[in-house]
């Protein structure tokens, strides 16, 4: 609401304002102020409303890099629990048989009949690090990312591709891959994201389509 300077008795005309030109200044006056405070009002809200969007743009991609900082951290943890228990954690030769799961291989190639499953979090911190243009489908058994016997992805890798070695205690396995899915757990409630635990195929074949 706006209080304008007004005369004591309504005016009917703007004939009688033109005889009081001291009430038709004081009517001009409030008109002016009006629109000048609607003007930044206007502008206010504009402003406001920018840096709303700024600071929801800002929030998310910290709350981005704070999720991917925590998937690192389980990274990490993963990988200070294989150095600290030795032979149970086995040692690995880098043959890369165990990025096959399911391909036709040689015949005096050895084949493990295993799965690999990944969660959400870690399809979303080898996206992050990796860049649409690198991202791969899986057609066959055969890891995408693993050529002439390699990782591509080494650094990045799930977290199964970190616990599994060939050589390695299946119980110690099995105990540090139901830790590791707690924790991915618990990041998917913290950033109220669905838990989702899927075959590498799949994974990878609805990943490349993002």
Known sequence: MYNLPCSAEPVQDLAVLAEQPDQLWRLEQGSTTMRRC?????????????????EKMVGSQQADRHLLEKVAEVYNWIGLQIRSHG???????????????????PADSQQFDHHLFVTGP??????????????????TGQC?????????????????CRIFCCSADTDFQSGLSESAMDKFKSICTEFHIPYH??????????????
Not at 197 to 210: E, G, H, M, R
């Open 38 to 54: 609607q003007s930044r009002k206007v502008l206010q809200f504009r402003k406001d409303t920018k840096n709303q969007k700024r």
């Open 87 to 105: 032979d149970l954690a086995g040692h690995c030769d880098a043959c890369g048989r165990c990025c096959n799961f399911g391909s036709v291989v």
């Open 122 to 139: 870690e399809l979303m911190y080898l996206a992050a690090n990796l860049g649409p243009e690198v991202r791969k489908p899986m057609p």
């Open 144 to 160: 995408p990312y693993n050529t002439a016997g390699r990782c591509r992805i080494y650094q990045y890798r799930f977290a199964g």
């Open 197 to 210: 635990y899927t075959d590498l195929s799949t994974a990878l074949n609805s990943f490349a389509d993002v």
